[in-house]
């Protein structure tokens, strides 16, 4: 079992690389996101301490649990607090994630264990996976993804874009590149080919 980390810039497909190796592979797939979501549930260790660090704020529905998009607005506007939300949920997530990948290992199951998060390089999971790999498209067909599939103005594209790695920050630690700036069967033809250089290397 392979375990690996993917990342890329919003919009640049890793959805779709992710479901090519599913075609391909015996794969099991951790969302960073949704690890987060769900370490930030009620009756976590995560929950407990964002209660005692936000509970003033207004980012609390009336059942107790978080009301996302007010804490989006708040960790969009304030520096400080998205620094200590990370700082608690980050860890967690990572735990999480390398315990799942443990376990996975000792089962014996899957041909891969991936793990797709944006902020991989910058967590430092190139500690904990057996590699990362890195999903590349263009800043414009990544632009026209993001204004075409989620409807962003090309002013809030461009904030994300400035608030990310650049394109040689990721094939620094990424070791895998597929290009992802064409079509789904160009990314399979890439794993495909990766498959069998690797294969050959044996």
């Known amino acids: ?23 391909m592979y015996r794969v099991r797939i951790l969302i960073a996101d949704e690890i987060a979501h769900e370490q930030m549930e009620p009756g976590t260790k995560c929950y407990k301490q964002l209660q005692e660090i936000f509970g003033s704020y207004d980012i609390w529905c009336e059942d107790g649990c978080i009301n ?33 990948a443990e376990k996975e290992r000792q089962r014996g199951y899957y041909d891969y264990v991936i793990v797709e998060a944006a902020l991989l390089i910058e967590e430092h999971y190139d500690t904990i996976c057996d590699e990362l790999w890195y999903v590349y498209a263009s800043a414009q067909t990544r632009k026209e993804r993001l204004m075409a599939d989620r409807g962003y103005s090309e002013q809030k594209v461009e904030q994300i874009f400035a608030a990310q790695l650049t394109d040689e920050m990721y ?24 498959y069998r250089h690797r294969s050959e290397e044996k």
């Open 1 to 23: 079992m392979r375990f690996i980390g993917l990342t890329g810039g919003v919009g640049a497909g890793k959805t779709t690389v992710l479901k090519a190796m599913k075609q």
């Open 171 to 194: 094939r620094k630690y990424c070791s895998v590149v597929i290009d992802n700036d064409r079509d789904e069967q160009y990314v399979l033809e890439q794993i495909k080919q990766l």
């Open 68 to 100: 996302r998009p007010r804490l989006a607005e708040l960790l969009f506007s304030d520096e400080e607090c998205r620094r200590t939300m990370n700082e608690i949920v980050h860890p967690a997530v990572k735990e999480y994630i390398i315990g799942e």
